[in-house]
């Protein structure tokens, strides 16, 4: 009942969370348009409305930064970036166990980065997160 009644209260203000981190994917959206090699996760056509309840980057070789350097200016700022998720593949549970598939999975991990995508970070959060990537270019 409890989880219930919890759930219910969340459905209440669901349209208004999901705006918000729509909102942040359009701030990195923003952010990055303008910097070469960093590549915003973005819907693959009109016909998906995405919730971005995760907003994420790709940083790839012609970026004026690298994944580590992005990571360890950010964490010095106290804000948290995080890998994308490692493949099932590459986990050590399943060392040696057969794959089928081509290394996308891999390719997005070592290139990926989730970013803060709270629906609870205001301006003051946004303003940050833009300081430290100006700082980087």
């Given at each position: 009942n409890i989880s219930a009644g919890i759930g219910?209260?969340?459905?209440?203000?669901?349209?208004?969370?999901?705006?918000l981190r729509?909102?942040?994917?359009?701030?990195?959206?923003?952010?990055?348009?303008?910097?070469?090699?960093?590549e915003v996760q973005k819907q693959p056509n009109k016909d998906f409305y995405s919730n971005f309840w995760l907003s994420c980057i790709l940083i790839n070789k012609e970026a004026p930064f690298?994944?580590?350097?992005?990571?360890?200016?950010m964490a010095?700022?106290?804000?948290?970036?995080?890998?994308?998720?490692?493949p099932m593949h590459l986990q050590p549970i399943f060392k040696g166990s057969l794959y089928f598939g081509d290394t996308l999975s891999q390719t997005l991990f070592s290139k990926g980065?989730?970013?803060?995508?709270?629906s609870n970070l205001k301006d003051k959060d946004r303003d940050?997160?833009?300081?430290?990537?100006?700082?980087?270019?």
């Open positions: 219910r209260g969340q459905m209440e203000v669901l349209d208004q969370h999901v705006n729509r909102g942040m994917n359009t701030f990195y959206v923003n952010l990055f348009k303008n910097i070469k090699g960093v690298t994944i580590a350097q992005f990571q360890e200016a010095l700022a106290n804000i948290e970036t995080r890998p994308l998720w490692k980065l989730c970013l803060p995508s709270g940050r997160i833009s300081s430290v990537v100006n700082s980087l270019l």
